[in-house]
């Protein structure tokens, strides 16, 4: 696929433009939520399947369990309004934390003592471990490994079991209130309804005797202590009588009010205080304005600037006027002769010291307002302070004034409080011996437990829902966990906006073909092709290209000639270097093909094998070449007795053999000979095709940039790491710079649909079929 961008020469500093971005709302969303179904549907599916048979599981060994509810109502709030009022304690309204406390007590360690011991349930099957419960089993898997001993061959202390006992208990207790009334549900689960509503009523039953119980005692705690507190508060408020009435002749004051306050005086002085600091805020912020305009306007300036803001005093003022006029004049006159006599001409330079002058006449003006603005600034602050200073010395003397005032007001409300907190502890004293024979009580049962009809747990459709949910939401998080770790190269786009490459191609896989009898009749005559230097014919990659020009995989590969033959970088791409980050990403079936279909076209072309230390290349086309490229670059062999050919496409291929290993590969790539064989490769051919090695392995592709006009990066789809190309280019930048594009290999084209959605139609193969290409590769 040739991308748009390819022709922008600046395309390795912008990122690519992703199409993704142009196409927004709820669409892409949607587009993108239904490709990642997808691509992760085997996982979602699988954990779905788990998580419903854990729950089967679940449900085929968990016993019933039965719940007895019975509903209690606290009658406080219905209490007649004369027994309230009569009541020692104060009675609060059933609010929620009176509720959460109620619930507290339903779920006490003392009351499940109570019914444990009532109804004796040590010895009861439910609080037995089952064989068949889960903490059983798990103990039991526990013991086979040897992690634990089993709990029957452990007998735990006697302490130990009535504590288990207890928090069991209080695990199948559950207590709620219902909605926001005054009613109280307790609930008990057994996996006997009978049982269920017989404990649920006892926790009831208890629950309301200790609660009477309870009352009766703080009533009678209550009396005894009301009893001594009359006595103490009347003492108190007699004594405080006595004080009020002793101060009052002491300090000769007749009437409550005592002395009057000069409120008028402290009232004039607050509002001249307010005026006297507004006066100072208007002198400080006048002040201010001319010091800003003295600091913009320098005595060099050659303007009058900003002169203009000084305010109302400054604008009002005629000789600032006068002296503003007179500048402008001169101004005017300036732009007028400085054209026709020159800037440097006595008349004009004469106006220019006169505006100089004016100049400073005008800024020693605004000088003046300023030091008269500071002058009225200090008389404001004196003047705001002597109000300050009169202002406290009045409320200091108001103070002293009131003394005996405040005093007596405390005192006789002091004696108030303690008399009218007398008469109503008298009161209620009094009440309360009258309440504690009136026959009310604070709760009672308003529907008793029965035996229920059904169970209450497990619930078979809720646990499969959660199941179900909880699998598909397990499913989704693996999957979104499968997309996050998935670090590899799997659209153009992301070529684009990681490497900043534009992507030249999407070349498909191609498929391993079975030999066919032409094929193996040519690999018999092979001494035949040596002698004469015949290239095999009997690669994928040959019987793709020349024997399915109109394939999809060669219309890939076209589009990398296109892009080629259309970069503006250079003048010259000419010879072009495939590489790629990795070893096996497909490069050298890349460079071979596109050298059989540049010769297809009629084109002279020659295909090169760079990679010295492993010539696969070589072994595919040539591989019984005895000579290559090492002989002609060490040994001076001639270029003629080392190049193999097709007879059917003129295709030109330079092996790379060498009778004894090459150890200094970058350096014979970098050497001036291997510079000029390129040079003469270059004027014989129309096309060179060079296979580099890898990147990241080797160093010998940064030794070939002095005779490669352009390099080719290849990526293998779906297994590329994105972090290891962009360490390999970082680590190569002079080839990073002279890349035309990236092209993704190895491509899975009926899975790109459901990682490129917003390009899913360009994958469809009705289009290659239309134009009369074949699909197959």
Known sequence: MLQSNMLQPDRLRAPAYNDVAESGGIGELINTALAFLRRQYVVIILATVLGMAACLIYLRITPPTYTALVQVMLENSAKAQFIRQQSILAEPAFDRSLFETQVEVLKSRGLAVQIITQFNLADDPDFKPS???????????????????????????????????????????????????????????????????????????????????????????????????????????????????????????????????????????????????????????????????????????????????????????????????????????????????????????????????????????????????????????????????RMAEAVEQSRTTNLAEITIRELESKAKSLRSLHDTFLQRYVGSAQQ???????????????????????????????????????????????????????????????????????????????????????????????????????????????????????????????AIDLNPSKASNQVIGITSALPNEGKTTVAASLAQLIAHSGKSVIVVDCDLRNPSLSASLAANATTGIVDVVTQGKQIEETIWRDP????????????????????????????????????????????????????????TTSFIDCFVLVVEWGQTKVDVVKHALHTAPNIHECLIGAVLNKTDIKAMSRYDTHRSDYYRDDHYIRYGLTVSN
């Open 436 to 562: 504690e024979g009136f026959p009310i009580a604070e709760a009672r049962v308003m529907y008793p437990a029965v035996p229920p009809q059904s169970k209450s747990k497990p619930k078979g459709s809720v646990i499969m829902m959660m199941g179900l949910f909880g699998g598909l939401g397990l499913g989704l998080g693996l999957g979104l966990f499968r997309e996050m770790m998935d670090r590899v190269f799997r659209t153009s786009s992301q070529i684009e906006t990681t490497l900043g490459l534009p992507c030249l191609s999407l070349v498909p896989a191609l498929r391993a073909e079975k030999r066919s009898s032409t094929a193996k009749a040519a690999s018999w005559n092979s001494d035949h092709d040596m002698r004469q230097r015949k290239i095999s014919t009997g690669s994928t990659f040959h019987r793709t290209i020349i024997g399915k020009p109109l394939s999809r995989y060669a219309e890939s590969i076209r589009a990398i000639k296109l």
């Open 648 to 703: 059917k496409t003129n295709l030109a291929f330079l092996p790379a053999i060498s009778r004894t290993p090459v150890l200094h590969t970058s350096e014979m790539l970098a050497a001036d000979s291997m510079r000029k064989l390129f040079d003469q490769l270059r004027s014989t051919y129309d096309y060179v095709i060079v296979d580099l090695p890898p990147l990241t392995p080797l160093v010998d592709v940064r030794s």
């Open 131 to 389: 064989p068949r419960s889960l903490p059983s089993v798990f103990q039991r898997v526990r013991a086979v490994f040897g992690l634990s001993p089993p709990q029957d061959l452990q007998p735990p202390p006697p302490s130990e079991p009535q504590d288990g006992l207890i928090s069991a208990f209080q695990g199948r207790v559950s207590v709620n209130r219902i909605s926001f009334s005054d009613l109280i549900e307790i609930g008990y689960s057994s996996s006997d309804p009978v049982r269920a509503a017989e404990i649920a009523n006892a926790i009831a039953s208890v629950y309301l005797a200790d609660q009477e119980k309870a009352r009766q005692e703080t009533n009678r705690r209550a009396r005894e202590w009301m009893q001594q507190r009359l006595q103490e508060l009347g003492e108190q408020a007699l004594v405080a009588e006595r004080a009020v009435s002793a101060y009052k002749s002491k300090n000769n004051v007749i009437s409550s009010g005592g002395r009057p306050i000069d409120e008028q005086q402290v009232s004039d002085l607050n509002g001249r205080l307010v005026a006297a600091r507004a006066q100072t805020s208007e002198a400080l912020a006048k002040l201010n304005r001319y010091e800003a305009i003295l600091e913009a306007n320098p005595a060099n300036s050659p303007s009058i600037g900003n002169l203009d803001a000084g305010g109302a005093d400054a604008l009002n003022s005629p000789i600032i006027t006068n002296l503003r006029q007179q500048y402008l004049e001169l101004e005017r006159r300036v732009a007028e002769w400085a054209p026709r006599f020159g800037r440097d001409h006595a008349a004009v330079v004469n106006l220019r010291n006169r505006m100089r002058e004016l100049r400073g006449s005008i800024l020693d003006e605004v000088k003046r307002y300023a030091e008269t603005s500071r002058s009225e600034l200090e008389v404001a602050k004196q003047r705001q302070q002597e109000i300050e200073k």
